[in-house]
């Protein structure tokens, strides 16, 4: 099982105000460190892709990306695929990132999109998946605008549908939050909460699809979510269900 995962990481560009002189510091972070190693360790073959490298180093073409099972898309929004700088500083016609992932999942590849601040709509709706050729493809629709829902006090989603994916597991741990979505009419909502769907399954031509409402790591992916005993089962099960 070969995947490209893609997204979970940030720049953090703060400022330090001390009465009255002030100075700047930056710092790099990987969110998904933990579950790409889980992964690793039950024998799935990973290609991670930071947000900021998707500008240079995603695939082109259709042929490199059928060098993979599945595609795996963790809180990196649309407009990292659809802005690349060829298009946005050179005016250049290339082709759609997005487009060539549809065709791959047409073509029988997987797709998988986990929630967060920059999945489905994210906060203040700029993800915007729903406004791309991925909200065809993913088992889910997506709401306008901006789709988070904050759980401070915390939730733990219901199993909601009959399915080896979610059985066994046991009562689940609490999440801290998730992006409102709904279950197709032909997909499989196997997680839910509140009438919310937590997680679906579905196809999209000859591939199969999933979407996974919350976050894989923090903050909504809480502290119990992470050391949950069956968090490295259940992702490593969800993944090779894709293929």
């Given at each position: 099982?070969?995947?490209?995962?893609?997204?979970?990481?940030?720049?953090?560009?703060?400022?330090?105000?001390?009465?009255?002189?002030?100075?700047?510091?930056?710092?790099?972070?990987?969110g998904?460190?933990?579950?790409?190693?889980?992964?690793?360790?039950?024998?799935?073959?990973?290609?991670?892709?930071?947000?900021?490298?998707?500008q240079v180093?995603?695939?082109?073409?259709?042929?490199?990306?059928?060098?993979?099972?599945?595609?795996?898309?963790?809180?990196?929004?649309?407009?990292t695929?659809?802005?690349?700088?060829?298009t946005?500083?050179?005016?250049?016609?290339?082709?759609?990132?997005?487009?060539?992932?549809?065709?791959?999942?047409?073509?029988?590849?997987?797709?998988?999109?986990i929630?967060g601040?920059l999945?489905?709509?994210?906060?203040?709706?700029?993800?915007?998946y729903?406004?791309?050729?991925?909200?065809?493809?993913?088992?889910?629709?997506?709401?306008?605008?901006?789709?988070?829902?904050?759980?401070?006090s915390?939730?733990?989603?219901?199993?909601?549908g009959?399915?080896?994916?979610?059985?066994?597991?046991?009562?689940?741990?609490k999440?801290?939050?998730?992006?409102?979505?709904?279950?197709?009419p032909?997909?499989?909502?196997?997680l839910?909460?509140?009438?919310d769907?937590?997680?679906?399954?579905?196809?999209?031509?000859?591939?199969k699809?999933?979407?996974?409402?919350?976050?894989?790591?923090?903050?909504?992916?809480?502290?119990?979510?992470?050391?949950?005993?069956?968090?490295?089962?259940?992702?490593?099960?969800?993944?090779?269900?894709?293929?």
């Open positions: 099982m070969k995947i490209l995962f893609i997204g979970e990481s940030w720049v953090v560009h703060m400022i330090h105000t001390k009465g009255y002189d002030s100075f700047t510091s930056t710092k790099y972070e990987e998904a460190t933990y579950l790409l190693s889980c992964l690793r360790e039950r024998g799935i073959d990973v290609t991670y892709m930071p947000s900021h490298e998707v180093r995603f695939p082109r073409t259709l042929e490199e990306l059928r060098a993979y099972d599945a595609i795996v898309l963790s809180d990196v929004g649309a407009n695929f659809l802005l690349q700088n060829p946005f500083y050179q005016m250049q016609i290339i082709p759609d990132a997005l487009e060539h992932i549809r065709q791959f999942v047409a073509e029988g590849g997987g797709l998988l999109m929630g601040y999945t489905f709509m994210g906060i203040e709706g700029k993800a915007n729903k406004r791309t050729v991925l909200a065809d493809v993913l088992p889910v629709i997506m709401t306008d605008g901006d789709d988070r829902v904050e759980m401070p915390g939730f733990a989603p219901s199993v909601s009959s399915h080896p994916l979610v059985e066994g597991l046991g009562e689940w741990p999440l801290l939050g998730y992006n409102k979505l709904v279950a197709k032909d997909a499989e909502e196997l839910s909460h509140g009438g769907a937590i997680l679906a399954v579905g196809t999209y031509g000859q591939g699809t999933a979407a996974f409402a919350s976050d894989c790591s923090p903050h909504w992916g809480s502290l119990e979510f992470m050391n949950w005993e069956h968090y490295p089962a259940f992702w490593s099960n969800l993944i090779h269900y894709l293929k």
